[in-house]
């Protein structure tokens, strides 16, 4: 069997996280996050009861901002990114400009 693209996994990252953080009062959520996720890629996070993974979730929705990191979405800031100076959707650019 012969593939007409390049392999999974390869190429620009459709998601990255760079040392994300998070905290909640004096409970830290997350600390250092990275993470890269790329066309074809399948990723399943698990963990015990709060370890972070529903924050994780939540800043990579847009839900909540990341106290200090970034996160790209196919290589651009998403809004709300603690580094993109924009606003606080936390979702990816838009491709259209309405």
């Known amino acids: 069997m ?6 999974p996994g390869s190429g620009t990252a459709l998601v990255e996280v760079t040392g994300v953080d998070k905290s909640f009062g004096t409970t ?5 996050v ?11 996070l698990v963990g015990r009861n709060g370890a972070g993974k529903s924050t994780l979730v939540s800043i990579l929705s847009g839900l909540s ?13 998403a809004r709300g990114s603690a580094t993109s100076g924009a606003g ?8 259209s400009t309405r």
């Open 34 to 44: 990275d993470l890269s996720l790329r066309a074809g890629q399948c990723l399943g």
């Open 65 to 77: 901002e990341p106290d200090a990191g970034t996160v790209r979405f196919g290589g651009e800031p």
């Open 2 to 7: 012969t593939s007409s693209g390049p392999p």
């Open 88 to 95: 606080a959707s936390g979702s990816p650019p838009s491709s």
């Open 28 to 32: 830290r959520a997350l600390r250092g």
